[in-house]
């Protein structure tokens, strides 16, 4: 997870095999993280045996730091925290919080799969065509992290990756980026500040790390 923009300190994680009861993301991993006190989702791929994939940020401002998260029978996400030991945000010392889906679909990045050229992005809802067709509306860029004795390492080797081309397709709900320099074992972090969905509703989380 990308230190700071994402966590400090992953901790727990639950599948969701809610069957759509919790949302639109079926078969995905949340993971909680007790400095930021956040639940993170990570949609998972396995290419030539290697397990990768993408980090989206999914819900903050829980009371404290998150220890352990848990899907209860009737598909409602069970946050355990606690600030004992090891300080986070959040204004109590521990809490126990549950998390509901409210029955409407938000607007997310859906999915984001590597391809040999770029990404193809699947959105939970079709995007408005005219804006999610303007290359300039992605902005990507790729990293590593030094390695130091120091905690939290920081970004290295950083560049800006092109977007070379947009297609739109699965009726709008997806699109494929076409990518310069695309560098294998970086982490790529993408921005959509200027995307909505057909109905006007804006990206609710508008940036994705891969």
């Known amino acids: 997870f990308p230190y700071n923009k994402m966590g400090k300190s992953p901790s727990g994680m639950a599948w969701d095999t809610s069957g759509g009861k919790f949302g639109p993301f079926e078969s995905q991993l949340f993971v909680a993280d007790q400095h930021h006190a956040t639940v993170m989702r990570v949609f998972l791929e396995k290419i030539d045996g290697h397990w990768q994939g993408a980090c989206f940020r999914f819900r903050e401002g829980f009371q404290c730091g998150i220890i352990r998260i848990a899907f209860g029978k009737h598909a409602s996400l069970f946050v355990g925290m606690s600030n004992a030991g090891w300080g986070g945000r959040g204004n109590k010392p521990y809490g126990l919080q549950r998390l509901r889906w409210t029955g409407k679909v938000p607007m997310e990045l859906h999915t984001m799969k590597a391809l040999e050229d770029g990404f193809l992005l699947t959105f939970t809802k079709p995007l408005d065509a005219a804006q999610a067709a303007k290359p ?4 990507m860029k790729s990293y590593t992290y030094r390695l130091e004795s120091r905690y939290g390492g920081p970004e290295a080797d950083t560049q800006e990756v092109a977007v070379k081309s947009v297609e739109l397709v699965d009726e709008g709900k997806a699109v494929r980026l076409k990518l310069e320099n695309m560098r294998a074992g970086y982490v790529h972090e993408l921005r959509m ?8 509703a804006k990206l609710l989380h508008a940036e994705a790390y891969y």
């Open 193 to 200: 500040e200027n995307l909505a969905g057909q109905d006007g």
């Open 136 to 139: 300039e509306n992605y902005k």
